[in-house]
């Protein structure tokens, strides 16, 4: 496998505090990477610096083969990244399909608009609420329709940040089968999460953060199995 994305010895400070220090992470070409680790690892921060709201105090980020170390975020988008944020931002006073129409108006021919808008509505299972404002829409169903605002944009790497923040179980389950089906399409996927269940259910690779550095590294039944992921957890064994 080739790598899409790969972060090379990056370290983040604040005021002398390292939130990130000496970070070595590679995201290669078909995966769902999970990023995961307690409160205070440094998840967030990281993946602020993959998208580049912040510019890191050392190392170096590359993307599709291009420094993008010191590119803004609009830069790093043109490349080729989609970013959904943990907080959903779509357009609550306008239809569901408006909001897709936007998304997709400069990535879509003008006549394929229609038919690229009833495909998202039918990956997202919001055909029957396309005509409804955005702001209608339960918390769950918001984010699924800016997961599908930033799917087309039609990304190489699609970045989450926490994307079941506020779920319940049964949305949580329906977010993963629509990263599973994503990823089928073959869109590479970097997710920051805490829910281990999530993770369970979509990730082909895992790499854990403690205090703002690699902890440990593997496939989903590598870190499950691992006793000290689990006790950084909850400090009790099968925590994760």
């Keep these: 496998m080739a790598a899409l994305l790969r972060i090379d010895t990056v370290s983040k400070s604040f005021g002398g ?34 998208v580049g709201t912040y510019a890191p105090t050392r190392g170096a980020i590359h993307f599709r083969d291009h420094d993008v170390t010191w590119d803004p975020p609009f ?22 399909r ?11 021919a003008a006549a394929d608009l229609p038919r690229e808008e009833e495909r998202l509505l039918d990956l997202l ?14 918390h769950g169903q918001q984010q699924w329709l800016e997961i599908g605002m930033a799917v087309a944009l039609r990304p190489s790497l699609l970045l989450l940040d926490e994307p079941t923040a506020g779920l319940s179980p049964e949305e949580t389950w329906r977010t993963g089968e629509l990263v599973k089906r994503l990823s089928a399409g073959g869109m590479t996927v970097l997710a920051v999460e805490h829910d281990m269940a999530f993770v369970r259910q979509i990730a082909t690779a895992v790499t854990v953060l403690h205090l703002g550095a690699i902890f440990a590294r593997g496939s989903v039944a590598d870190i499950v199995a691992d006793p000290r992921v689990a006790e950084i957890y909850l400090g009790t064994p099968n925590a994760a």
Aim: aromatic share 4%.
């Design 17 to 50: 505090f390292f939130a990130v220090r000496d970070v070595d992470l590679t995201v290669e070409i078909g995966d769902i990477h999970c990023l995961i680790g307690p409160n205070g690892a440094g998840k967030s921060t990281l993946f602020k610096l993959v």
């Design 98 to 108: 408006q909001n897709l129409h936007i998304a997709l108006q400069h990535h879509v």
């Design 125 to 138: 299972g919001l055909v029957a609420s396309a005509t409804r404002l955005a702001g209608e829409l339960s």
């Design 75 to 96: 830069a790093r988008v043109q490349r080729g990244m989609s970013i959904k944020m943990q907080t959903p931002s779509v357009f609550k006073a306008l239809p569901v």
